[in-house]
């Protein structure tokens, strides 16, 4: 089936520091989402991108929606303890079923 | 509070048996799914309904069964005929099929 390309695999950061990861595909896609699992915990959703070029904020994390509509970015600033986690960006092609990248594991150091 | 509710956290069970996971969610939500997780594989989606009495096949649905009979209720069977079931099992829904994705908090089967 389709692929999502997540990038890095894993983090090792320390506190205070800036992170970014991208996830990208060779198809389009019209529905880009960033989400974040704890340990043991379901995921949960940290911002949903609908438009080619949108740029949307929570808090210290930023999300794009890449131009090509085959990418998209998550930075988070000024790390802290708390980011630590897998987090995974999924993408949603027209009438199909969201597919999720395998995830960027954070580790971050005080 | 609304939510979506996967029991139990933890499941063992023998090879040969068969197994069933609970999803229930109270969000009023049309779309359910089943996605299972292993380490480093990220999210596999293995069996979703948009409606009531409806589902549809993922990527990994050999070995499973579905049924969702009542818009709250989607449970999940491990048959004896999915070869490596020991996992990580959640469970999400959304308001339709195009929205975003809310999880429970999982299921992990262990099989041994």
């Known amino acids: 089936g389709q692929q999502l390309n997540q990038s890095p695999q894993s983090m090792f950061i320390q506190e205070g520091e800036d992170v970014s990861m991208n996830c990208t595909s060779s198809?389009?896609?019209?529905?880009w989402l960033w989400y974040k699992q704890d340990p043991g915990e379901g995921p949960v959703l940290l911002i949903a991108l609908y438009k080619a070029g949108e740029l949307t904020s929570n808090g210290r994390l930023t999300a794009q929606f890449g131009i090509t509509r085959k990418d998209s970015f998550l930075n988070i600033s000024a790390s802290i303890p708390s980011d630590v986690g897998i987090y995974f960006c999924?993408?949603?092609?027209?009438?199909?079923?969201?597919?999720f990248g395998k995830g960027t594991t954070l580790s971050v150091s005080s | 509070d609304g939510g979506i509710t996967q029991s139990p956290k933890y499941l063992f069970r023998k090879e040969g048996q068969n197994v069933t996971l609970s999803c229930e969610q109270n969000?009023?939500?049309?779309?359910m799914y089943w996605y299972r997780q292993d380490p480093g594989q990220g999210l596999r989606l293995i069996y979703y309904?948009?409606?009531?009495?409806?589902?549809q096949k993922g990527d990994i649905a050999e070995g499973y069964s579905v049924s969702r009979e009542k818009k709250e209720s989607f449970p999940l069977t491990v048959t004896s005929a999915q070869k490596n079931p020991t996992a990580f099992y959640l469970c999400?829904?959304?308001?339709?099929?195009?929205?975003?994705?809310?999880f429970g908090n999982g299921t992990r089967l262990t099989v041994t």
């Open positions: 198809s389009i896609f019209n529905t």
């Open positions: 309904s948009q409606i009531v009495n409806d589902f």
């Open positions: 999400a829904s959304s308001i339709e099929g195009s929205s975003p994705l809310h």
């Open positions: 999924a993408g949603r092609q027209a009438g199909t079923a969201l597919i």
């Open positions: 969000l009023n939500h049309d779309a």
